[in-house]
């Protein structure tokens, strides 16, 4: 079936590098995009999402770009810093559906 | 903290016994969804409400699972005659109808023996 994965399941940085995390889709219908981070001991966290009428978003801190060719998105970290450091899902939604399909987290690790 | 709670934050129980798990959504926010969470992996969606109804349920869902929203505001997950595969984090999280953004509780960590 139609599914939505990561590429990396970890990525460590040094504090103060930029960190990228990609994530790729395979489901054409989804409109819809949202990056989640989840510390240990905690349930996901909303960070920034997209829609699939852009190509980029910008928040404080991360940005996240999608490329709808390759269906694939990725989300961008400035200046990392430790407290970054955290299991980060993409999900996607279509097709009227209010409820996320997540991919395989990828584990960020910033060393200070 | 999103506002989202979860209790109890972690379970133990033997296998065949049953338990229930019970989510306190943000006041205001109409929809509630349960979710499980393995390790490593993404949480999958189990069922979700709009207040008091129970709209969608997955395939995940088996027959030994129920969810209830009695009064539209907190929700119950019960398992019954739990097996060691149920073992997983189990989350809550809530919206508001027609908002994508859902807040999720810090989950409920079931481990049966």
């Known amino acids: 079936g139609e599914s939505v994965g990561l590429h990396l399941p970890t990525l460590s940085v040094q504090e103060g590098d930029n960190s990228i995390i990609n994530c790729a889709y395979s489901?054409?219908?989804?409109?819809?995009f949202i990056w989640y981070k989840q510390e240990s001991g905690k349930g996901p966290q909303f960070i920034i999402d997209i829609r699939s009428n852009m190509d980029k978003r910008q928040g404080q801190r991360v940005t996240v770009l999608l490329n709808k060719t390759v269906k694939h998105l990725s989300l961008q970290i400035a200046a990392t810093q430790p407290g970054d450091s955290a299991v980060y899902f993409c999900?996607?939604?279509?097709?009227?559906?209010?409820?996320?399909?997540f991919g395989r987290g990828t584990s960020l690790i910033v060393h200070p | 903290d999103t506002g989202v709670s979860q209790d109890p934050r972690h379970k133990i129980t033997k296998r065949g016994q049953n338990v229930t798990f019970r989510c306190d959504p943000i006041s205001e926010h109409n929809r509630l969804y349960w979710y499980r969470q393995t390790l490593g992996q993404g949480p999958e969606f189990l069922t979700y409400f709009q207040n008091e109804a129970q709209l969608e349920k997955s395939r995940l869902l088996s027959d030994r699972f129920s969810a209830e929203r009695p009064k539209g505001s907190f929700s119950t997950l019960e398992i019954q005659r739990t097996e060691q595969g149920d073992s997983a984090m189990y989350l809550c999280?809530?919206?508001?109808?027609?908002?994508?953004?859902?807040?999720f509780g810090p989950g409920t960590r079931l481990t049966v023996l």
């Open positions: 489901n054409s219908a989804s409109d819809y």
């Open positions: 999900a996607e939604m279509g097709g009227g559906s209010y409820i996320p399909t």
């Open positions: 999280a809530s919206s508001l109808a027609g908002r994508n953004e859902q807040f």
